[in-house]
């Protein structure tokens, strides 16, 4: 199993980011997606979660109207769309892999990916 995350940089307030996480060798008929985000001396928090198959998402509440997570099955990649962003949305963001839904801490989940950086300035 592999993920690989991409799409980080810096931006200035209000801007946008896309996120992407390249998966592989899944199962991905029973696989729940998810981005997390971990600002400096702050513990790993969710941000979304796609399931592989059906419409199922989940926001945290800090990002939901800005923030929107999909998938394209045919290449096997999650996406994170970043907008409206905010000095707060600092962080290394993480692509996660896992079996249950849903689940929103990252203890459960079983796969990561090596993380990139956002930077959002004022």
């Known amino acids: 199993v592999q993920l690989q995350a991409s799409g980080g940089g810096s931006v200035q307030t209000g801007g946008s980011l896309r996120l992407s996480c390249a998966a592989s060798?899944?199962?991905?008929?029973?696989?729940?997606m998810a981005w997390f985000r971990q600002g400096p001396g702050k513990r790993r928090l969710i941000v979304g979660a796609?399931?592989?198959?059906?419409?199922?998402?989940f926001y945290a509440d800090s990002v939901k109207g800005r923030f929107t997570i999909s998938r394209d099955n045919a290449k096997n990649m999650v996406y994170l769309q970043l907008t409206s962003l905010k000095p707060e949305d600092t962080a290394v963001y993480y692509c996660?892999?896992?079996?249950?839904?849903?689940?929103?801490?990252?203890?459960?989940?079983?796969?990561w990916g090596q993380g990139t950086l956002v930077t959002v300035s004022s």
């Open positions: 996660a892999a896992g079996t249950a839904w849903p689940v929103t801490v990252p203890e459960p989940y079983d796969h």
């Open positions: 060798g899944l199962p991905f008929s029973n696989t729940a």
């Open positions: 796609i399931r592989w198959r059906g419409n199922n998402t």
